[in-house]
């Protein structure tokens, strides 16, 4: 296949790919985006042609146009509707965040008023669910419980379910969602502790409403620390999108059969639970603790996960797209140093990731590779020092991607997006006929 240089076409100059398919060339569009990466368009190479693409796991496949986030792997590059993912984890707070990725551009003071009401205002889930809560058992993962319940809130508001609703319709669900995750995450702990459910309280923020669903009692005031506070803010921020990635890509498809919000979301969850994804914030902390009281040396491990035939891997080591450093994961590791020293926390766990970064980040093998700690690697020490349980880490995480799962539903479902369903090349059996079982 060639790039043909620019040449006039009837939308000004545009480039085009040439393929040539047994003996005869055809163009094919070029695409290119506000940052000028590039993308050539085979929507129509099937049509034209019969063939299709193949790629397994998407690795150089562009499903979507997208004007939310920007990533440039290479250069560690991540923004937000163009905000640098670091002007807004230290100046900006979740919800404007929220709104920034939904809606498009931050909010004014009047806009964000709005928003923020709007989301305390729905806060509360219907008593009925409690009952859910009840038949789970109780060691049930908080992943498989929130999964459940946000799918199962598309059954208490059943006009979520027409696809033909009005925006004012959608943003209320939007609303909703936002409002509600926190509420079922926390109880979904509490449930899990054997403790007293904490309602939510409308006059705190919405990070703060969650520490207190979460470590308060009915019995006594809960004091937040604005150290935890702040380090949730910006937790919650640095995970808030992320493009295409497999959690938000599984939104969109099932999105994109007009299924509700509340289920697509659902299934956004399930997908996140997976430990390549962020799941992996559980396993970190799980091998860094198996590391520790292991008592081996960091370069068995290291030797370990570089063997093929051990399945072993790093966990919170590598990334699809970061081939250089993942920035979200320089900017946790910092915020969990000094979390830990405002707390006051001296975490073992801690130094353990540290060394284990230093000896990995020396081998040939992941050098090679550009297998880098990702955003997963440091949260997890970051949750703990909160006091966040591990098992809870991964709903951390879809608390946090919420918003932008949303605003990538949001701009699907605005841009007509058609139902997702790939094509595959078949290596089954050729057509054969039916034996009866006496014959086989
Ligand atoms: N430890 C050891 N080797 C690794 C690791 C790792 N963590 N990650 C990748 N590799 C190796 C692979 O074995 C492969 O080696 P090869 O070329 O010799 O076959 C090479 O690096 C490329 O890896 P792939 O699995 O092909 O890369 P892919 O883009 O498909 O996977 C992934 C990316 C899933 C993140 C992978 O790096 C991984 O499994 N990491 C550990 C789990 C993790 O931390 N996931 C969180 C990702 S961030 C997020 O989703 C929020």
């Given at each position: 296949?060639?790039?043909n240089?620019?040449?006039?076409s009837i939308?000004?100059?545009?480039?085009?790919?040439?393929?040539?398919?047994?003996?005869?060339?055809?163009?094919?569009?070029?695409?290119?985006?506000?940052?000028?990466?590039?993308?050539?368009?085979i929507?129509?190479?099937?049509?034209?042609?019969?063939?299709?693409?193949?790629?397994?796991?998407?690795?150089n496949?562009?499903?979507?146009?997208?004007?939310?986030?920007?990533?440039?792997?290479?250069?560690?590059?991540?923004?937000y509707?163009?905000?640098?993912?670091?002007q807004?984890?230290?100046?900006?707070?979740f919800?404007?965040?929220?709104?920034?990725?939904?809606?498009?551009?931050?909010?004014?003071a009047?806009?964000?008023?709005?928003?923020s009401?709007?989301?305390?205002?729905?806060t509360?889930?219907?008593?009925?669910?409690?009952?859910?809560?009840?038949?789970?058992?109780?060691n049930?993962?908080p992943?498989?419980?929130?999964?459940s319940?946000?799918?199962?809130?598309?059954t208490?508001?059943?006009?979520?379910?027409?696809?033909n609703?009005?925006?004012?319709?959608?943003?209320?669900?939007?609303h909703?969602?936002?409002?509600?995750?926190?509420?079922?995450?926390?109880?979904?702990?509490?449930?899990?502790?054997?403790?007293?459910?904490?309602?939510?309280?409308?006059?705190?923020s919405?990070?703060?409403?969650f520490?207190?669903?979460?470590?308060?009692?009915p019995?006594?005031?809960?004091?937040?620390?604005?150290?935890?506070?702040?380090?949730?803010?910006?937790l919650?921020?640095?995970?808030?999108?992320?493009e295409?990635?497999?959690?938000?890509?599984?939104?969109?498809?099932?999105?994109?059969?007009?299924?509700?919000?509340?289920?697509?979301?659902s299934?956004?969850?399930?997908?996140?639970w997976?430990?390549?994804?962020?799941?992996?914030?559980?396993?970190v902390?799980e091998?860094?603790?198996?590391?520790?009281s292991?008592?081996?040396?960091?370069?068995?491990?290291?030797d370990?996960?570089?063997?093929?035939s051990?399945?072993?891997?790093?966990?919170?080591?590598?990334?699809?797209?970061?081939?250089?450093?993942?920035?979200r994961?320089?900017?946790?590791?910092?915020?969990?140093d000094?979390?830990?020293e405002a707390?006051?926390?001296?975490?073992?766990?801690?130094?353990?990731?540290?060394?284990?970064?230093?000896?990995?980040?020396k081998?040939?093998?992941?050098?090679?590779?550009?297998?880098y700690?990702?955003v997963?690697?440091?949260?997890?020490?970051?949750?703990?020092?909160?006091?966040?349980?591990?098992e809870?880490?991964?709903?951390?995480?879809?608390?946090?991607?919420?918003?932008?799962?949303?605003?990538?539903?949001?701009?699907m479902?605005?841009?007509?997006a058609?139902?997702?369903?790939?094509r595959?090349?078949?290596?089954?059996?050729?057509?054969r006929d039916y034996?009866d079982?006496?014959?086989?």
């Open positions: 296949m060639q790039i240089p620019p040449k006039n939308r000004g100059m545009s480039e085009s790919a040439k393929i040539i398919l047994e003996g005869k060339e055809y163009d094919l569009p070029v695409i290119t985006g506000s940052e000028k990466e590039k993308a050539i368009d929507s129509k190479l099937r049509a034209m042609t019969g063939y299709v693409t193949i790629d397994p796991g998407f690795k496949t562009g499903s979507t146009k997208s004007a939310i986030t920007f990533l440039d792997g290479e250069k560690g590059i991540l923004s509707r163009g905000y640098p993912i670091e807004l984890a230290e100046k900006a707070s919800i404007e965040v929220s709104y920034l990725l939904i809606y498009g551009d931050l909010p004014n009047e806009q964000l008023e709005y928003f009401e709007s989301i305390t205002h729905h509360l889930v219907h008593e009925d669910m409690k009952r859910f809560f009840e038949a789970f058992p109780t049930a993962h992943m498989g419980i929130l999964s319940m946000i799918s199962s809130l598309s208490f508001y059943p006009e979520s379910q027409n696809p609703r009005s925006i004012e319709d959608i943003d209320l669900t939007i909703r969602l936002i409002a509600k995750l926190p509420t079922l995450a926390a109880q979904a702990h509490k449930n899990s502790m054997g403790h007293p459910l904490i309602y939510p309280n409308n006059d705190l919405y990070t703060k409403n520490l207190n669903m979460m470590f308060g009692m019995t006594e005031d809960y004091n937040i620390n604005p150290v935890v506070n702040d380090a949730l803010n910006k919650l921020i640095l995970h808030a999108d992320h295409q990635n497999c959690s938000t890509s599984t939104v969109r498809v099932v999105g994109s059969s007009q299924a509700n919000l509340f289920s697509s979301i299934a956004g969850i399930a997908a996140l997976g430990p390549l994804h962020g799941g992996a914030n559980q396993a902390i091998m860094l603790e198996s590391i520790k292991s008592g081996t040396p960091l370069q068995h491990w290291v370990k996960a570089k063997d093929k051990d399945s072993f891997r790093l966990m919170g080591f590598g990334h699809r797209v970061y081939k250089n450093f993942d920035p994961a320089k900017i946790i590791k910092k915020a969990a000094d979390v830990l707390l006051g926390i001296d975490d073992p766990v801690l130094n353990i990731a540290k060394e284990l970064e230093a000896v990995a980040l081998d040939p093998y992941f050098v090679e590779r550009g297998l700690p990702n997963d690697f440091y949260s997890g020490i970051i949750y703990r020092a909160l006091g966040i349980p591990t809870m880490f991964t709903v951390m995480f879809a608390l946090g991607r919420l918003p932008g799962w949303i605003a990538q539903w949001k701009e479902v605005e841009d007509r058609p139902i997702g369903r790939p595959q090349i078949y290596t089954g059996a050729n057509a034996v079982i006496k014959n086989r």
